[in-house]
């Protein structure tokens, strides 16, 4: 256990939708990170938020946006799904400065 | 060329026998090196970290790092069948996103 979550662990959308995915950072961790990984594939950086601003971000579209909020935890959503977005999505959770990332069990999203 | 590159496998090797696994990266400026496990429907566990030339021992496993050839690899020792799943190399460099390579399988049989 790490004491990352995620929620929800499963989700069922169909394509057009929006989906907001939450993570809870372990104790005494500030930054979060996402990231997508589909099936057969490493997992794809997506952005980080740290101090509540997006600190890097990954190749891809505006479509993916996040929040960190004042206790560190974070919001990943997507508008306007599409299928390929069909994928295991992952929240790391560290301490600045210390690029040791611990995963949360992720959300399997799927979109229809 | 990919920027972190894995064999994806499956490596089998039976019981109690060493798994070597390796991966290659193509960024110099790399910094720190992870090795996570992945079972089957489940999300990766980080399991060993270096950042300096040379090898880092952790129980039954070993990490090993060479920047001049931009080369890292796991050693598993006394292998065992619940060490059975995908492992994947990731890397960064002064940012701090990971670079993950598409993993490793590795059987243990009996």
């Known amino acids: 256990e790490t004491g990352v979550t995620q929620s929800p662990t499963h989700l069922i959308k169909t394509r057009g939708q929006q989906v907001t995915l939450r993570c809870s950072s372990q104790?005494?961790?500030?930054?979060v990170s996402w990231y997508q990984q589909a099936l057969g594939q490493g997992p794809q950086f997506i952005f980080q938020?740290?101090?509540?601003?997006?600190?890097g971000r990954g190749n891809f579209p505006p479509r993916f946006s996040g929040l960190q909020f004042p206790n560190y935890s974070s919001e990943l959503n997507v508008n306007a799904l599409e299928l390929d977005d069909s994928a295991l999505y992952l929240c790391?959770?560290?301490?600045?400065?210390?690029?040791?990332?611990?995963f949360g069990a992720g959300t399997r999203l799927s979109v229809l | 060329q990919k920027e972190v590159e894995q064999n994806s496998g499956p490596l089998s090797v039976p019981e109690g026998a060493i798994a070597s696994l390796n991966c290659t990266y193509s960024?110099?400026?790399?910094?720190?090196f992870f090795w996570y496990r992945q079972y089957s429907g489940k999300s990766p566990e980080l399991i060993m970290f270096?950042?300096?030339?040379g090898d880092k021992e952790d129980g039954r496993f070993t990490a090993q790092l060479n920047k001049a050839s931009q080369y890292v690899s796991l050693l598993i020792r006394d292998s065992q069948p619940s060490d059975s799943a995908t492992y994947l190399c990731?890397?960064?460099?002064?940012?701090?996103?990971?670079?993950f390579g598409t993993g490793t399988r590795l059987q243990v049989t009996l």
């Open positions: 790391a959770s560290s301490l600045w400065g210390k690029n040791i990332q611990y």
């Open positions: 104790s005494g961790h500030n930054t």
């Open positions: 938020y740290y101090r509540e601003e997006e600190n």
């Open positions: 960024d110099r400026g790399s910094q720190s």
């Open positions: 270096i950042y300096s030339n």
């Open positions: 990731a890397v960064s460099g002064t940012a701090s996103k990971l670079t």
